[in-house]
């Protein structure tokens, strides 16, 4: 029987080949029994790449003789082609058992490497010898099983197989490198050395080699040599990263600092993205005592590294030590050790950077709010709250502090204590703002529900409108913008929830109001404020869903609440909102990732309006918001009954951060919400034109 092949075909050959398919066809319906003439129609198929066909074609040909070993091989490859390694080493198996002597040496090898992953490893290891037998000097393969062989701790028989390929081919340079790196690797350092010596006597160019000999002579103490061959490395090649980093650890154990840190910095330079790399250097830095420089390394190690991973945390154990032995640390640098621990999920070891950055300040305001947003584990709480009555004790006017102590107490379910630290909270904060409060009788609690509620949409200008709103003379507001009561907090009572407004503002000459935006997500929100407090206005701020969907995830992400890179997350996502209805949509409050189903206002939005009545919402876009902040207040000004009061600045309050964002992925997007933006914009009757 002839051999025949399997391989690629170009277009200009297409019609011939179907020419020749038919002609086959018309020959088995002549004589379904012609064997050859079904291997031949596998072979078109799978020049073609019709896989399905060649594999039956070459089926039917087995079916005729289960001892034709040539389809045996070709049915292989096309289950090589179509990714089952299985079935493919097994059809292999079967033509090499009919015809032993056929197979060549890159097949023996390549069973080899399938029975090796399918871990029949006397199989692979009888097939790599196979094929060694063959070719003499087939590298791929000595590699492959030496490499076997020291996984399976048969370290001899690796060394003799490599000293085999030497001997059988003395010019032949990469087997004196196998030979050498096996015995680095069992730390036979001589052998490694003379193996390495005559490779190099070979190929004298390679700077890996000279690399590799001079760490190994590293390891024997012959350091002056060492140096003398990594210099030699990095001269064959000046961007050999490794060269200049073992050259760094060599002057790092020797105390060198200035030259290890221009070895590492060099090493920075070619492989900017290396944490290892960024972790020595903020080691020697730290023993010049130049702790900024060692600080920025730290930050550029954590960022480089790979979450949670051992390297991770010897990288913040080092950056902690560096905080400690800094005589000069400021507070900056505490809080953005903070936030960064933060962002990778470490919130914990974040806790206690916030607590340090409080006691270098305890008036900085920046530590206590992302504390507000930080996880806190149960066997913390009692530690924080400690902590939170030592400032407070300290500074009893400072509302946060007593803000963030309510809060922990409300943790332990500690509520009459909580209201008491809110009370305090709210009327610190009004005061400061306006001393002249003072002077005036406040009632001992308040009774009246809150006058508005910024309801969302997250990550769309809610923390711009309500600081905008606080420095409104007529306006106090709740001591911290999100309450979280009418989904998280429900069950602390409404106390607990009016203990966080000032309770001057049950007076008829002030308003006070909350922004919780995460309140739209949650349609019983809406039905316990019609409970409560139902004449309370909704204010809902919109904005382009791709972006806020893109916004809400990098928020997650800088925050360490997902790891997950943008791309996966909405793939993720937009495969799992085939599977859900509408109504699971709207039942939907968190979810992992739930970037692009919080931006489905229309779902989130309608039952609240049928709750609450269409009367009670000023539904604002944000866009048109960001874009003239004077305008939009007013209609929040007009909407709430309260005289215009223009500021001289509208900051941009709470913005996101993050890179350029691929115009493809935003566009895919864009894409997605338009059906959705369309039905929105029919109910609620007005235009968005979101691009």
Excluded at 331 to 343: C, S
Excluded at 406 to 418: K, M, P, T
Aim: hydrophobic letters at 40%.
């Amino acid at each position: 029987m002839k051999e025949s092949a399997v391989s690629d075909l170009s277009e200009s050959t297409q019609a011939p080949i179907q020419s020749q398919i038919s002609q086959c066809l018309q020959e088995i319906a002549r004589n379904p029994n012609a064997v050859e003439t079904y291997i031949d129609l596998g072979d078109l198929y799978a020049r073609r790449k019709q896989w399905q066909q060649a594999q039956k074609a070459y089926r039917d040909a087995i079916a005729i003789d289960p001892n034709l070993a040539v389809a045996h091989r070709n049915l292989a490859k096309v289950y090589t082609s179509m990714g089952d390694r299985q079935k493919a080493a097994d059809e292999l198996n079967i033509g090499f058992r009919l015809e032993p002597n056929f197979p060549t040496p890159q097949e023996h090898y390549e069973l080899a490497r399938t029975l090796a992953k399918q871990q029949k490893v006397n199989r692979a290891i009888a097939s790599y010898h196979r094929a060694i037998n063959q070719k003499a000097d087939f590298v791929a393969a000595y590699r492959s099983l030496g490499k076997l062989l020291m996984e399976m701790e048969k370290s001899d028989k690796a060394i003799a197989l490599y000293r085999q390929g030497v001997e059988q081919n003395p010019q032949h340079a990469e087997f004196q490198l196998l030979l050498a790196q096996a015995y680095a690797k069992l730390k036979r350092w001589s052998n490694a050395i003379q193996s390495y010596q005559a490779f190099l006597k070979l190929e004298p160019n390679s700077a890996k080699a000279y690399c590799n000999l001079a760490q190994a002579l590293v390891e024997i103490e012959k350091t002056a040599e060492a140096e003398t061959l990594f210099k030699k490395a990095i001269s064959l090649q000046d961007d050999y990263w490794q060269a200049y980093f073992q050259l760094g650890i060599l002057w790092h154990k020797q105390k060198k600092w200035k030259h290890a840190i221009l070895a590492y910095q060099k090493v920075n330079t070619i492989e900017p993205d290396l944490p290892f790399v960024a972790t020595k250097m903020a080691l020697v830095y730290r023993h010049l005592e130049q702790y900024n420089s060692a600080i920025a390394c730290h930050r550029q190690a954590i960022n480089n590294c790979v979450e949670a991973s051992n390297l991770e945390a010897k990288i913040i154990k080092d950056y902690q030590v560096t905080l400690d032995k800094f005589s000069d640390v400021k507070i900056q640098h505490y809080y953005q050790y903070a936030k960064l621990l933060r962002a990778r999920g470490r919130f914990a070891l974040a806790i206690a950077a916030y607590q340090k950055t409080i006691e270098l300040d305890p008036y900085f305001r920046l530590a206590y709010i992302d504390l507000q947003y930080t996880p806190t584990v149960k066997n913390q709480l009692d530690k924080l709250i400690e902590f939170y009555r030592r400032i407070v004790d300290s500074n009893p006017d400072l509302a946060i502090a007593w803000g963030n102590l309510g809060d922990a107490l409300s943790q332990q379910d500690r509520v009459d204590e909580a209201i008491t630290c809110y009370q305090k909270a709210s009327y610190q904060k009004a005061i400061q703002t306006y001393p002249d409060l003072a002077k005036l009788d406040w009632k001992a609690k308040k009774e009246f529900g809150p006058d508005f509620i910024i309801a969302g949409a997250s990550k769309s200008g809610t923390s711009s409108i309500y600081h905008y709103l606080n420095h409104h003379p007529q306006v106090l507001l709740s001591h911290k913008k999100e309450i979280d009561f009418y989904w998280k907090n429900f069950k602390r009572g409404i106390d607990w929830y009016l203990a966080h407004f000032p309770s001057i503002t049950d007076r008829a000459d002030f308003l006070t109001g909350e922004a919780t935006p995460n309140y739209l997500r949650f349609p019983h929100a809406a039905r316990r404020i019609k409970q409560t407090f139902p004449q309370t206005k909704i204010i809902i701020l919109l904005r382009n869903p791709a972006d806020r969907a893109i916004s809400w995830h990098y928020h997650k992400f800088n925050t360490g609440l997902t790891n997950e890179d943008l791309g996966t997350a909405v793939a993720t996502e937009m495969e799992r909102l085939k599977t859900i209805t509408p109504k699971e949509i709207t039942k939907t409050s968190f979810h992992n990732p739930d970037n692009i189903i919080s931006s489905l206002y229309l779902y989130k939005l309608r039952p609240w309006i049928n709750i609450l009545g269409r009367e009670q919402f000023l539904i604002l876009k944000s866009e048109d918001f960001y874009q003239d902040p004077a305008q939009t207040m007013s209609e929040v000004h007009e909407f709430l009954g309260l005289p215009e009061h223009t500021l001289e600045q509208y900051p941009k309050v709470n913005a996101g951060t993050y890179n350029e964002i691929d115009s493809s992925l935003r566009a895919t997007l864009i894409e997605y919400f338009a059906p959705y933006n369309q039905e929105l914009e029919k109910y609620l009757g007005m235009k968005f034109d979101w691009k």
